[in-house]
């Protein structure tokens, strides 16, 4: 795994809110993406995960599915919905991968779908390539 090659946004780290609940998965990802220096907030729920999105302005939201209380895909509409975000770009992460799964995060608004479990590599290539967008 190649470290601090992150690319930017403007000449800033590209920032990222990551959202899962399940905690010992989120603090190693926030480590593996800190470490590649991206500019990355956690949030442990979709409503967690609204309340900072605001101020926080993320580039790409990668966000488990299966969460507890609001789902993935029930947060990503109403992030969508939210006009003080602006642009950003969203990576659906679920231990689903087939067709109809990948359509369903398509329809709730995510750029991209990755299964679970997740190859870092091909993350940080989805990461870098839809930021540039």
């Excluded at 090659?5 to 780290?13: I, L």
């Excluded at 991968?97 to 608004?109: K, R």
């Amino acid at each position: 795994m190649t470290e601090n090659t992150a690319r930017s946004v403007g000449g800033d780290p590209i920032r990222i809110l990551l959202v899962d609940d399940h905690n010992d998965l989120l603090a190693m990802l926030r480590l593996v993406l800190s470490r590649r220096s991206y500019d990355v907030v956690t949030a442990s729920s979709g409503k967690e995960a609204l309340a900072v999105a605001g101020d926080f302005s993320p580039d790409v939201v990668v966000s488990d599915l299966g969460m507890p209380g609001m789902n993935g895909l029930e947060m990503m509409a109403q992030m969508r919905a939210m006009s003080q975000l602006g642009a950003f770009k969203s990576i659906a992460l679920s231990g689903f991968g087939d067709a109809a799964d990948e359509a369903s995060t398509q329809a709730a608004g995510f750029d991209a779908h990755l299964a679970k479990p997740v190859d870092f590599e091909n993350l940080f290539a989805t990461i870098d390539k839809l930021a540039q967008k």
